[in-house]
T-cell receptor, first 113, second 111 residues
Framework: GENVEQHPSTLSVQEGDSAVIKCTYS??????FPWYKQELGKGPQLIIDIRSNVGEKKDQRIAVTLNKTAKHFSLHITETQPEDSAVYFC????????????FGPGTRLSVLP | NAGVTQTPKFQVLKTGQSMTLQCAQDMNHNSMYWYRQDPGMGLRLIYYSASEGTTDKGEVPNGYNVSRLNKREFSLRLESAAPSQTSVYFCASLGGSEKLFFGSGTQLSVL
């Protein structure tokens, strides 16, 4: 089955710097890769996603890149702000089968003022 | 529009007690899911319901049962709680474009 690894487990950056979180997956059949943000005491919320027919996707200060050959994808946050502090989860799945979502272990991002 | 609502938010049980976690969504989604979240392990699927009237096991189903009461509601039951079931539980439903909508979670401690 699918296995998703995520690094680093914790990340501290200064406000205004960039943050990068990397994930690798094992199943070449996976074709959908979402990123979720979980704030303290809340459930995860989708912030950006990418499908296997696209190499990069941007939404304001966040972007995701996908390298299908190497089976890894990354989340990039630029100009970090204190409200970006949260736990971020990557996931991989085969499109159309919600039960196939496999999540990474999470990265705790702290943005220091 | 409340999204996904879970109750209770916190619960403490003694070993061997039973309880039911409730989940309801008001987005008319077909598929619903129960996950558990443990430190360093991400979200693991316990059970899911692809549509009203169907349920299936996920990655970690042992010790749990579920009921898809109707299209809105999907409950998770612990028949005889064990300390290994101490965790944070999330209910989710699947919307368009494969977007998962999560509830705010139930923090369960089994002593």
């Amino acid at each position: 089955g699918e296995n998703v690894e995520q690094h680093p487990s914790t990340l501290s950056v200064q406000e205004g710097d960039s943050a990068v979180i990397k994930c690798t997956y094992s199943d070449s059949a996976s074709n959908y890769f979402p990123w979720y943000k979980q704030e303290l005491g809340k459930g995860p919320q989708l912030i950006i996603d990418i499908r296997s027919n696209v190499g990069e996707k941007k939404d304001q200060r966040i972007a995701v890149t996908l390298n299908k050959t190497a089976k890894h994808f990354s989340l990039h946050i630029t100009e970090t702000q204190p409200e970006d502090s949260a736990v971020y989860f990557c996931a991989a799945s085969f499109s159309g089968y919600g039960q196939n979502f496999v999540f990474g272990p999470g990265t705790r991002l702290s943005v220091l003022p | 529009n409340a999204g996904v609502t879970q109750t209770p938010k916190f619960q403490v049980l003694k070993t061997g007690q039973s309880m039911t976690l409730q989940c309801a969504q008001d987005m008319n989604h077909n598929s619903m899911y129960w996950y558990r979240q443990d430190p360093g392990m991400g979200l693991r699927l316990i059970y899911y319901s692809a549509s009203e009237g169907t349920t299936d096991k996920g990655e970690v189903p042992n010790g749990y049962n579920v009921s898809r009461l109707n299209k809105r509601e999907f409950s998770l039951r612990l028949e005889s709680a064990a300390p290994s079931q101490t965790s944070v539980y999330f209910c989710a439903s699947l919307g368009g474009s494969e977007k998962l909508f999560f509830g705010s979670g139930t923090q369960l401690s089994v002593l």
